[in-house]
C-alpha cells in the first residue's frame, strides 16, 4: 500500500498537474489531500473544481484547509481583521471570495476539518495544522515538547499535516509519527520546488519520503501576477523566490 499526501495547493494548477503525474509514476493507491486549495493562487478555481470532481473518488480523502474556510465564510470583517496582518493576502481572498462560485465555496466549506483513516493496520488522523487547531504551525524548529503537548490526545498511530509549507517530522515519546508534507502550490523550501509525501504501509509499518517536483513556476508566477488583486505580483514573485510567508 503506498499512499501520496498533498497539502497546500493554493490555486496552482501548474504545481498541481505536475505532481499529479509524478504520484501516477510511483503508482500510489491512495491520495490524502490536506487542505488549502484556493487561496492567493493564480487559479483558484480551476483548481477547487478539480478536487470537486474527485469528490466521489474512493483513491482521495479530503480534508478543508484554515484558507478554505476563510473563502467560504467571507466578510468584510474576516477582510478588514487579515487586512492589519497581512494586506495583500486580505486583498487575494477577497478576490478569491468574489471568483469562485456558490458550489465551489459550498465544497470548501463542507469538507471535513480533521479525518481519522485506517490502512494497512496504520491508523491515520489527518489534519491541516495541527491537531489542535487548523492554523498551528508544526515546523521543522517546532520543540519536541509542544509536538507532544499538540497530539497528547490523539488516537492514531501518524498524524499527517501541512499548512507552514515546510516539509518536516517527528517521532514522539509515545510512539507517534507526526509529519508535515510541505506544499504543492507554494513550497517555502530553500529551491521552491513542489513538495509531497509518500508513505508505504507493510507488515503496519510505515516508510516516509518527501519527493520535490520541478513544474513550470514561471508560468505559474505570469499567471498570478496577472491576477486583478493589489499584490498580486508580490505573492507571483514568491512562487520563484520565497523569502516571507505572508505580505
Known amino acids: 500500500m503506498k499512499i501520496a499526501v498533498i497539502s497546500d495547493i493554493h490555486g496552482n494548477m501548474e504545481a498541481l498537474e505536475a505532481v499529479m503525474e509524478d504520484i501516477k509514476k510511483r503508482e500510489c493507491n491512495k491520495i490524502f489531500v490536506l487542505g488549502d486549495y484556493a487561496m492567493a ?10 478536487f470537486m470532481k474527485r469528490k466521489y473518488n474512493l483513491e482521495f480523502k479530503m480534508i478543508q484547509g484554515n484558507t478554505d474556510l476563510m473563502i467560504a465564510d467571507y466578510s468584510e470583517e474576516l477582510y478588514n481583521n487579515l487586512k492589519e496582518k497581512a494586506p495583500v493576502m486580505a486583498e487575494a481572498l477577497k478576490c ?44 521543522p524548529d517546532t520543540p519536541m515538547e509542544e509536538v507532544e503537548k499538540m497530539v497528547e490526545n490523539v488516537n492514531a498511530d501518524v498524524i499527517l499535516c ?4 515546510i516539509p518536516c517530522g517527528f517521532q514522539t515519546s509515545k510512539k507517534k509519527t507526526v509529519v508535515n508534507a510541505g506544499s504543492i502550490g507554494r513550497p517555502f523550501t530553500p529551491e521552491p520546488k513542489s513538495c509531497y509525501l509518500t508513505v508505504t504501509v507493510e507488515d503496519k509499518k510505515c516508510l516516509f519520503e518527501h519527493h520535490f517536483v520541478e513544474y513550470d513556476k514561471e508560468h505559474a508566477s505570469a499567471k498570478l501576477a496577472k491576477r486583478e488583486f493589489k499584490g498580486s505580483d508580490k505573492l507571483a514573485g514568491m512562487l520563484l523566490d520565497p523569502k516571507v510567508r505572508h505580505f
Open 96 to 139: 478569491d471570495a468574489e471568483t469562485l462560485n456558490p458550489v465551489e465555496k459550498t465544497f470548501l466549506k463542507e469538507l471535513p476539518i480533521q479525518l481519522e483513516v485506517e490502512e494497512g493496520g496504520v491508523k491515520f488522523l489527518l489534519v491541516h495544522g495541527s491537531p489542535r487547531k487548523n492554523n498551528e504551525d508544526i515546523l
Open 41 to 50: 493562487g493564480p487559479e483558484p478555481a480551476d483548481t477547487v473544481e478539480y
Open 162 to 165: 501541512g499548512h507552514t509549507h
